[in-house]
């Protein structure tokens, strides 16, 4: 299977928790093609990342890019474009179709099933869920900069089946440089909202159980969490950030794929902590009400 990933330096946690599950979950981890989009990292990370996952034997290669050159004329997130590099992976990529995963999921099934899906002609697969426009942040946008309605569909961009040979056939690339150009100013959900503006009528629907969203404070019940093909860690904190361990419910799931290894030195620990310090109150008082809530029925 072709399979693309990135991260800035800041995500290797996340993203080495999200290969080394998918190459446990497959019979032939040796026979995918896994190109990882390096946002800016070090040699050191490279070292790092590299001995991590060295015992699988899996065929990675390393692809330096700096996303800022490319997409920093765009709304960034904290002074991180690296998100935008999902728009960028089928450039990369050979053959029939391309898996591009976020670097914040557990992978629990064969990738390998995926191979020679079945688009429906469609340009790419992905999970709606049944989510509308409607109840999405990029409401506005999609309505007034694209000939959209809220009620068509609207899926999360964190696991994306590319139709790799419309992708070359139609130039798509080529489309949404052209489309983030136009609208550069007002792009809400990052690539999100670019993949959704052009693709909101034209993907073909994966089940729930590829994409399916774990919030910090969420207690997914134990059936879902088996049926589940992939979980997605949506939201601050992960599981893997500091305090992780005792505020996301998550964590045992994380922990038994990874061991629990991080890749962050002390100081950038204390950084992240810093910079998602509002989203550890809240998912801390969250947790607190309901249990209260529970303590009171
Ligand atoms: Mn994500």
């Known amino acids: 299977m072709n399979i693309s990933i990135s991260s800035s330096r800041y995500g290797i946690t996340g993203l080495v928790g999200t290969l080394a599950s ?151 690339y080529q489309r949404i440089l052209a489309f983030a150009e136009k609208h550069k100013d007002s792009i809400p959900v990052f690539d999100q909202s670019i993949l959704n503006a052009l693709f909101s009528k034209d993907f073909t629907e994966l089940g729930w159980e590829y994409n399916f969203p774990w919030y910090p404070e969420a207690r997914p019940s134990r059936e879902k969490q088996v049926a589940a093909k992939i979980i997605h860690f949506v939201g601050s904190p992960k599981p893997w950030d500091p305090f992780g361990r005792f505020i996301h419910y998550g964590y045992k799931e994380w922990f038994d794929y990874t061991g629990g290894a991080t890749f962050l030195s002390l100081k950038e620990k204390i950084l992240r902590t810093y910079s998602i310090r509002r989203s550890i109150a809240r998912t801390v008082l969250k947790r607190i009400k309901s249990r209260k809530q529970k303590s009171e029925s």
Do not use: M
């Open 22 to 172: 998918l190459l446990k979950s497959s019979q032939t981890p040796a026979s995918h093609n896994i190109t990882v989009i390096c946002c800016d990292w070090t040699s050191k990370d490279k070292n790092g990342f590299k001995a991590a996952l060295l015992s699988y034997g899996a065929n990675i290669k390393l692809l330096d890019v700096s996303p800022k050159y490319t997409f920093g004329h765009l709304p960034g997130l904290f002074g991180d474009w690296s998100t935008y590099t999902r728009l960028l992976s089928p450039e990369l990529s050979e053959g029939r179709e391309l898996l591009h995963i976020d670097a914040d999921l557990l992978i629990k099934f064969d990738v390998s099933a995926l191979e020679n899906f079945n688009f429906n002609g469609k340009a790419i697969a992905a999970v709606s869920s049944g989510a509308i426009i409607k109840y999405s942040n990029d409401r506005k946008f999609l309505t007034s900069a694209c000939e959209l309605t809220e009620e068509d569909c609207y899926f999360n961009a964190g696991v994306v089946l590319y139709n790799l040979e419309r992708w070359r056939k139609e130039k798509t």
